[in-house]
């Protein structure tokens, strides 16, 4: 069974920014494209970012692209999501996941596991 533990969030000022990993265990790591996506109160889940296994690819969100970064280290099992001038909307708890497929298959919500997710709160 694969384990996912999302870690990083926090509280920022608008403005500010935030790195969150995601180090997975019970797969080969290697082997899978990953993603993030997140999902605050009252709003529909929405894809962040996905990347290849070989970090060669990646795709992103409208209303993130630009501001984040996804990249791997596929040596210690761990995704990373880079965020920048971050936003009150983008306030949400962040979940990285394995896409079933490749990393275009994040962008339609196709994972196979996926973790609790960090929360991120953008304050002043």
């Known amino acids: 069974q694969a384990q996912l533990v999302e870690s990083g969030g926090g509280l920022v000022q608008p403005g500010g920014s935030l790195r969150l990993s995601c180090t997975v265990s019970g797969r080969t790591f290697s082997s899978d494209a990953m993603g993030w996506f997140r999902q605050s109160p009252g709003k529909e889940r929405e894809f962040v970012a996905a990347i290849s296994w070989s970090g060669r690819f990646t795709y992103y969100g409208e209303s993130v692209k630009g501001r984040f970064t996804i990249s791997r280290d596929n040596t210690k099992n761990t995704v990373f999501l880079d965020t920048s001038s971050l936003k009150p909307e983008d306030t949400a708890v962040y979940h990285c996941?394995?896409?079933?497929?490749?990393?275009?298959?994040?962008?339609?919500?196709?994972?196979?596991?996926w973790g609790q997710g960090t929360q991120v709160t953008v304050s002043s």
């Open positions: 996941a394995v896409c079933s497929g490749g990393a275009n298959s994040c962008q339609r919500y196709d994972y196979v596991y």
